[in-house]
């Protein structure tokens, strides 16, 4: 379980999306610097990247729960108000083994009401 928590608490950095603003540092083709978004990713964002994380996983053990995690990981962003550090740190993560760098950008009340409420959906299947 702690690998799911760990999951949601991952390292990255989402670029891309609505409400962007140039990067000047970014070399893309039109010379005009890629989009980078400055609030951060949507709980939808998250949670998708959840689901592509776990699915794209060697953990076969949780890929027939990916979408209940992943709606967990939505619900919880929304209604635990996740910081736009923390919803970027989890929409970049590129694998699941990219678990490690962001579970300071959480608080101890939002990880403990993740590691719950994902607890009580295994506990329901």
């Known amino acids: 379980m702690r690998l799911v928590i760990a999951l949601v608490l991952v390292a990255g950095c989402w670029r891309g999306g609505s409400d962007t ?51 967990v990981v939505e619900r919880r962003c929304r209604e635990d108000g996740w910081s736009m550090e923390l919803r970027r740190c989890i929409a970049g993560a590129k694998q699941l083994n990219d678990t490690d760098g962001c579970e300071k950008l959480a608080t101890e009340e939002q990880s403990k009401k993740l590691d719950d409420d994902i607890k009580l959906e295994e506990n329901a299947n």
């Open 21 to 71: 603003t140039p990067d000047p540092l970014s070399n893309d083709e039109s010379g005009s610097g890629a989009p980078v978004r400055e609030r951060g990713a949507s709980c939808d964002e998250v949670s998708a990247n959840v689901r592509v994380l776990i699915d794209g996983s060697t953990q076969d053990d949780l890929k027939p729960r990916a979408a209940q995690i992943a709606m």
